[in-house]
Each structure stands twice: as structure tokens, then as C-alpha cells.
């Protein structure tokens, strides 16, 4: 979910740049912008990359190794995901509201995504793990 949610993400930020008001973005925005789309390709390709890995590896007998190396891919994979979904946040709410209301939304966002992604899994993890 999180492979196709990136896709999408970055499919329509490389769109953005050839939509008309583009051409009128302040420095600030263009360098949010350059930010998440890079930010969006290293992100694609990191989520994608544990189905390389499988396919390269398949059949040599390290399957142990094959989903370490998976799950760390993924979890870099989704804090990369946060950060393009915070970057393209505030580049969108800097064009809907002030620039003070952008980043107090965008904060809100960015904590509830480390509460959902980084803490309850943590937690789950101590707390299930008898």
C-alpha cells in the first residue's frame, strides 16, 4: 500500500511542474517543491526495492538475510514517505493559508504520522511481545 500511496504521490507532483501557475512559485516553494519530488523518487525506489532484492535473490537459500534486509528497506521506505508527505503538505497549505497556519497544520500532521508509524508500533511491540 505504501509502494502504490508513493506512486501516486509522485506521479502528481512531477505533474505539478507543468501546470501554468507553477512558473509562479516563490524560491521557497520551487525548493519545497525540488525537495519532495527528489525526495518522492529516492522514496518510490526505496519501497520498490525489497521486490528487486527477491527477485535478484530468489532461490539461493538466504531468506533470513533477504527479509532483513526487506524490512529495512521498508521502514526507511516509510520515513521517507513521512517526509515526502510533509514536504508536499506545506508546499500545498503555503498556497491555500498563511505561512504560520501551514506549518502549525503541517506539525500536526507530522506528529500524528510518527504517533501512527513510529510509537503505536513500538509500543504494540513491548506490549504484545510476552
Do not use: C, E, N
Request: proline letters at 3%; a positive charge; zero cysteines.
Amino acid at each position: 500500500m505504501a509502494q502504490t500511496g508513493i506512486q501516486i504521490l509522485f506521479g502528481v507532483l512531477l505533474i505539478a511542474v507543468f501546470q501554468p501557475v507553477f512558473a509562479s512559485l516563490s524560491d521557497t516553494d520551487r525548493a519545497l517543491y525540488i525537495a519532495a519530488v527528489t525526495l518522492g523518487a529516492a522514496t518510490a525506489g526505496t519501497l520498490i526495492g525489497p521486490v528487486a532484492l527477491h527477485r535478484t535473490v530468489a532461490g539461493r537459500r538466504i531468506k533470513p538475510q533477504t527479509v532483513t534486509l526487506a524490512s529495512r528497506m521498508t521502514r526507511t521506505g516509510l520515513a521517507m514517505l513521512a517526509a515526502t508527505m510533509i514536504l508536499t503538505l506545506l508546499l500545498l497549505l503555503r498556497m491555500a493559508v498563511d505561512d504560520t497556519l501551514a506549518l502549525v497544520l503541517t506539525a500536526v500532521i507530522a506528529l500524528w504520522l510518527a504517533a501512527l508509524w513510529l510509537v503505536l508500533p513500538v509500543w504494540a511491540g513491548r506490549h504484545y511481545t510476552r
